[in-house]
């Protein structure tokens, strides 16, 4: 009879953050509530607090240092480094370490830190509970951060920094709306429990309910709902394919709160060099994962040569379609290398140079264009490959 696998030790520190104090919150928070009640005053202070946390990790811990997706000022660093800490999900550089590591071994099961592929509690909260060899530190994926000033201070001052901002501002908090008790309970314990939860389900939740528009290649999803808890990151399967984005919900409507402070800053100076993926990359990813599909009902529908011929004319217009996006971005890079050469010539230039840009984004438009027409038709040929075949064929 085989042996029981041994499960790695608990870690007594993470055990009683993520166990302990969400069974404190259930039972202290409605006790108090009930016997001396909270002020209005306490509540939107609370709701303050979670998301200036959740945006630091969003904005910052993730966006900004997991994944470069922009620059930020200094000023904007340092606040993202403190109200991050007050988070508690560990620092800059551990965090940041973990999820690129995450990225690079999505669903890897021995590499990856909190692999959905171990299961919806391992995902969520289980993998920071034990000493998993998968959650093991390795900061060789982190130079860069290892360099930095602000993410290092943090690192080393963590355990300082967190617990004032967890325990000492609230505590100052409590003192100046005059209910210490009643504050610390709600500033500082529901919050940060709820900030965690919402947080790790990311991790968890995002992996395993959803919507996979851009790949299916790994378990991310995409979800409005989980958005709108997570300050915009529900958008995990674009995130996933196109991680440097610093959007998670590219278009207007998807609820990205991170998105629109990340831009706020922009407009203030405080960020620049924002990265943001070309819309022909996006709907060739689309198009990609429709054509994956519409191939797999085909199989299915053995015999219907019409749709096959259909579907197969459809991927000839795709290939050649990146084709010419790829040739274009050629050309594109070409003439800025050429312009970096002698002044003279590129002051000569400049007009000519201006038309041929005007003209070279005026055709990746209609490229764009030419996708996005294509995405409906696929995804009418989807939908008849779908529907149910008549009675007696």
């Not at 355990?159 to 325990?167: Q, R």
């Not at 998807?254 to 070309?278: E, F, H, S, Y």
């Not at 800025?336 to 038309?355: F, H, N, P, S, T």
């Amino acid at each position: 009879m085989p042996e029981k696998a041994v499960k790695p030790a608990l870690i007594p520190v993470n055990t009683v953050i993520f166990v302990g104090f969400p069974l404190l919150a259930l039972i202290l928070v409605p006790l108090w509530g009930f016997y001396q009640g909270f002020s209005a005053a306490q509540w939107v202070w609370a709701l303050v607090f979670l998301y200036l946390n959740g945006l630091s990790i969003t904005g910052g811990y993730h966006r900004l240092w997991a994944h470069k997706a922009y620059e930020a000022h200094p000023a904007l660093r340092w606040f993202f480094a403190l109200w991050g800490a007050g988070a508690l999900q560990n620092s800059i550089l551990i965090w940041a370490s973990d999820h690129r590591r995450h990225h690079r071994h999505v669903d890897d099961n021995e590499q990856d830190p909190y692999s959905a592929g171990r299961g919806l509690w391992f995902s969520h909260m289980g993998w920071m509970l034990r000493n998993y060899p998968s959650g093991e530190n390795d900061f060789s994926n982190a130079r860069d951060l290892e360099r930095d000033p602000i993410v290092m201070w943090q690192h080393r001052h963590y355990v300082a920094v967190t617990t004032f901002m967890n325990l000492g501002l609230p505590l100052l908090l409590g003192l100046a709306l005059g209910d210490v008790i009643g504050t610390l309970l709600l500033v500082g314990l529901l919050r940060l429990v709820v900030n965690h939860h919402v947080t790790f389900f990311i991790n968890s939740l995002a992996h395993f309910w959803g919507s996979r528009p851009y790949t299916e290649s790994n378990s991310a999803r995409d979800n409005g709902f989980l958005a709108f808890l997570t300050y915009g990151e529900g958008y995990h399967n674009y995130h996933h394919i196109f991680q440097n984005d610093y959007r998670n919900g590219i278009r207007w409507w998807q609820w990205d709160p991170t998105k629109w402070m990340i831009r706020l800053c922009a407009t203030l100076g405080l960020a620049n060099n924002l990265v943001k993926v070309p819309d022909f990359r996006i709907q060739r990813a689309l198009l990609d994962t429709q054509f994956a599909r519409a191939r797999r009902e085909l199989e299915a529908k053995a015999g219907d040569e019409t749709l096959r011929e259909l579907l197969e004319r459809e991927y000839q217009l795709f290939t050649e379609s990146v084709n010419q996006w790829r040739a274009l971005q050629s050309e594109r890079y070409e003439r800025k290398v050429a312009g970096i050469g002698d002044a003279l010539e590129a002051r000569r230039l400049q007009m000519l140079d201006k038309w041929e840009h005007a003209t070279l984004r005026s055709r990746l438009r209609e490229l764009e264009y030419a996708l996005k027409n294509q995405r409906k038709r696929l995804g009418m040929l989807l939908q008849q490959l779908q529907m149910p075949s008549p009675a007696g064929v």
